[in-house]
């Protein structure tokens, strides 16, 4: 597969900051691909570098085989779709994703085609005529995206898509994002600090960290294969075991509970314990760590062997089951 | 608050409402006023003498207004791309001289305009053997000092709508294609307007009813409604044209305030009318 | 608006030191002659205060800097008071009509010569004589309403549960106000009170129109603006530059008390 954009050894620095270092990675056609990282580690300035707001320093950014990183950002057949969404207040829905097509010059009955059949896809239609202040979060997000997808960009970038919206509906957009993203057949990058809604929406996962491309990998393959020990910890919830001048990472998921058969098996004392409806989540103490292992039980099983804070437990893993990072 | 809003009262609204008593009566044969009803004074605005200075004074305020909405505006638009850091200081120093003494900042044009004033022994350094220029005491020289007076106050009335807009729509729309110049003339001047325009009434009106700088600069040639209004209290001694010409001059600034006000709302308005469709 | 080039913001910086230039060009000039011993801007015949001594040399105008301390300090003194009793009174008002505001906003938006001479006309309808005190009274009516402005302003950030906390604690009304409420609008009462103080200084048409006749109540504007029309004399420049500098002193001072009193 030959990517769309190829990233290549690109360097940003603000003053004395390296925003971005040495960074390279390539993206396919047609991917959605995640950004993960902390705040600081870079996926912001690296997104504005592939809208074209910021510059790099060394490096090339390919967009079809074209370095795009030194052209103005209404040039790029890239568009991004802002955290603050950005609307234009003094414009109507309407005028907000027509804005873009009037600045490729287009005739005003394409526009108004091309304008009435996104909003039928992002279900705008019933409110063309109201301007942003007058629309719900969600309806915000959705304009958002209308007026950068109706450009039809070779690349969408999408900054924090979800951040504004509260936690119910983040879920129902996640699933709504990736079904939109195959409709239209376009390329998305987003940039997330969520590392459950990059590992639900994306196809393939990058994670940042001090302006450094940490891992870069399937959702499968970042969580059960991390590359070190700050993804492992990154992603999802870890269990760490230091032995030998070597640790040890386990999943809590992956703990079983009086197991009948496992590669390892330890004692504890169950000090806390935590119901979540889907599953229980227990803390155990164990001459293993300093701190207690925190072990996760579905509802089922939780329910076939009834546990108290207190209890002395038997706890076991599979080897097969562990990470091992060395230093 | 009740000390404060008698004081208001006693002195500022039932004076204001005795000069839109006094309007409507006559002047005495003497000077004085002599109470009875009349619309006179109002029919002496409309005279062509008068009517004409009202013209004139409205040429210069308004020259001057645009003059000084378009410089304070990019002054404005400057300090707001300045770095953030040094925002503050840049706009106190624009605006420090607006809160200075008004006449000692007219006095100094006339220093620099008289006739052998710094500006002609600028021109003399470089070479010029001529006349002098006449600069003082024209009209030139007015709005000079109305622009310069009121500069500070656009400056300060269009750097808040420019500070206060989100840096990301400027981006958004650069995103969507549009040049530096389009998402100017589309997103950031259209979103500034509003403040703007009710900046501009405020620097017309006080143009418009100035005396100072058109006595000052302009050497008594020209005449503003302020000057004819001075004049009817002072020299003339026709106190109700005196009151008349002011409550026009209180109309033409309630006018132009609720035409930027509705102007304004129109927007909101269009917003209204989206909800229910 | 980080794409903004280089070439751009060059520009947009040369505009500003041209404005700068425009607005801080004539002032400079003043201040520079006014240590110009010959006086005339013709020439430039060496530096000199003597004209400041011929200022502090002539009674007229010491007469009237006196006048104008006593203005501005007894009206701005009033002012503070009730205008902040006003800015409290407004901002702890549940409902607020639009007609409060307007009456509140009014002095600072008439043009000074129509609140000239309406004071002018009650005044005088009410046979009431008019010297230093009839300037005193109508300055408080603008003073005032720029010091509940600036201490409004200050209140609309203030967090009224410190006041319910002290109440809480067994302070009764009055209490509350003078340990807690006070205080923390204080800076804030004090940069209103300067930048009136200002006002009150460089005011002149107001006081010109309430200053009745004779030369008793003459404020240093009315004498500058007298002096001006008689033309240029080297004795201007240097009152020009000491009145400025007054000016410049109280709003930097005021600014840095309470931000965004002369300038957010």
């Known amino acids: 597969m030959t990517a769309l954009l190829s990233i290549g050894g690109v360097t940003k620095r603000f003053g004395r900051v390296t925003a971005i270092d040495r960074l390279s990675l390539d993206i396919h056609e047609n991917e959605f691909f995640a950004l993960l990282g902390a705040s600081g580690s870079g996926k912001t300035t690296l997104l504005r570098m592939l809208a074209g707001f910021e510059t790099p320093e060394a490096g090339a950014i390919l967009l079809d085989g074209k370095d795009i990183s030194r052209m103005p950002p209404n040039r790029r057949p890239v568009n991004l779709m802002f955290q603050s969404y950005a609307l234009f207040p003094h414009m109507s829905v309407e005028g907000n994703i027509a804005y873009g097509l009037e600045m490729e010059r287009l005739a005003k009955p394409e526009i108004a085609r091309r304008v009435g059949e996104i909003m039928e896809v992002t279900e705008l239609s019933s409110m063309a005529r109201r301007k942003p202040d007058q629309l719900s979060g969600g309806q915000k997000q959705r304009v958002a995206l209308a007026r950068a997808l109706v450009k039809r960009p070779h690349l969408l970038l999408l900054d924090e898509p979800l951040g504004a919206l509260d936690k119910k509906l983040r879920a129902a957009m996640q699933l709504e994002l990736k079904r939109l993203q195959h409709e239209v057949g376009i390329t998305f990058i987003v940039v997330t600090h969520d590392q459950e809604e990059a590992l639900v929406m994306a196809d393939r996962v990058a994670i940042l960290r001090d302006g450094r491309l940490l891992q870069c990998g399937t959702p499968h393959e970042v969580y059960e294969h991390p590359a070190n020990r700050f993804a492992a910890d990154f992603i999802g919830v870890m269990n760490f075991i230091e032995e030998d001048g070597r640790t040890l990472a386990l999943r809590p998921e992956r703990i079983r509970l009086f197991p009948e058969r496992a590669d390892r098996t330890t004692e504890g004392r169950v000090t806390a314990r935590a119901y979540h409806g889907l599953d229980l989540q227990l803390h155990v103490e164990t001459p293993l760590s300093p701190r207690p292992l925190l072990v996760r039980l579905t509802a089922d099983a939780a329910d076939r062997r009834p546990v108290a804070e207190g209890d002395t437990v038997t706890l076991g893993w599979n080897d097969a089951d562990t990470r091992i990072f060395k230093d | ?277 | 608006m980080a794409d903004r080039s280089p070439a751009t913001r060059r520009s947009l910086a040369v505009l500003l030191a041209a404005v700068f230039a425009f607005l801080y060009i004539p002032i400079v000039t003043l201040v520079a002659l006014s240590f110009n011993d010959g006086g005339l801007p013709t020439a430039w015949t060496g530096f000199s205060v003597k004209w400041y001594g011929t200022l502090l040399a002539n009674r007229d105008i010491l007469s009237a800097a006196l006048n104008t301390l006593i203005v501005a300090v007894i009206s701005t003194a009033i002012a503070a008071v009730l205008g902040t009793l006003l800015a409290l009174g407004i901002e702890t008002r549940r409902r607020r009509g639009r007609a409060l505001e307007a009456l509140v906003f009014a002095p600072m938006i008439i043009p000074d010569i129509v609140l000239a001479i309406a004071l002018l006309s009650f005044f005088s309808l009410l046979k009431f004589p008019m010297g230093l005190h009839t300037i005193i009274l109508s300055h408080v009516v603008f003073n005032l309403a720029f010091v509940s402005a600036v201490v409004r302003a200050r209140l609309k950030s203030f967090d009224w549960s410190v006041t319910e906390a002290s109440a809480d604690l067994g302070a009764p009304a009055f209490t509350t106000f003078r340990r807690v409420t006070l205080p923390l609008i204080l800076p804030a009462v004090i940069a209103g009170a300067l930048l009136a103080f200002t006002l009150s200084v460089d005011e002149f048409i107001i006081a010109f129109f309430t200053a009745g006749a004779g030369r008793a109540s003459t404020t240093l504007p009315m004498q500058i603006f007298a002096m001006i029309r008689f033309g240029v004399t080297p004795e201007i420049n240097a009152l020009a530059t000491l009145v400025m500098i007054v000016s410049v002193t109280a709003l930097t001072l005021s600014q840095r008390l309470n931000k965004g009193v002369i300038a957010p």
């Open chain 2, 1 to 277: 608050m009740a000390p404060a809003l008698l004081w208001l009262t006693a002195l500022m609204l039932v004076p204001c409402g005795l000069i839109l008593a006094l309007g409507f009566f006559r002047r005495g044969l003497y000077g004085g006023i002599e109470y009875a009803f009349t619309l006179e004074n109002f029919a002496l605005i409309v005279d062509p003498l008068y009517a004409g200075i009202f013209l004139t004074s409205a040429r210069i305020a308004g020259t001057a207004t645009l003059i000084a909405v378009i410089v304070g505006y990019a002054a404005a638009y400057a300090i707001a791309a300045a770095p953030r850091h040094r925002q503050p200081t840049l706009l106190f120093l624009a605006v420090l001289p607006f809160w200075s003494n008004y006449l000692i900042r007219t006095y100094a044009w006339i220093v620099l305009l008289n006739r052998e004033g710094l500006i002609t022994q600028g021109l003399r350094l470089m070479g010029y053997e001529g006349e002098p220029p006449s600069m003082l005491y024209t009209e030139g020289a007015v709005i000079t000092g109305l622009v310069y007076n009121y500069l500070p106050f656009v400056v300060l009335a269009c750097y808040a709508p420019l500070a206060r807009l989100n840096p990301e729509l400027a981006e958004a729309s650069r995103d969507l294609g549009a040049s530096a110049f389009t998402t100017f003339r589309r997103v950031i001047l259209p979103m500034t307007l509003p403040g703007i325009a009710a900046g501009a009434v405020f620097v017309f009106v006080l143009s418009i009813g100035n005396f100072i700088t058109p006595a000052l600069l302009g050497g008594g040639r020209f005449q503003m409604m302020g000057n004819l209004i001075y004049a009817q209290f002072l020299t003339a001694n026709d106190w109700p044209f005196g009151a008349a010409i002011s409550m026009v001059l209180i109309a033409i600034m309630m006018g132009l305030l609720t035409l930027q006000a509705i102007a304004a709302e129109r927007g909101a308005g269009e917003r209204r009318e989206g909800a229910n469709g």
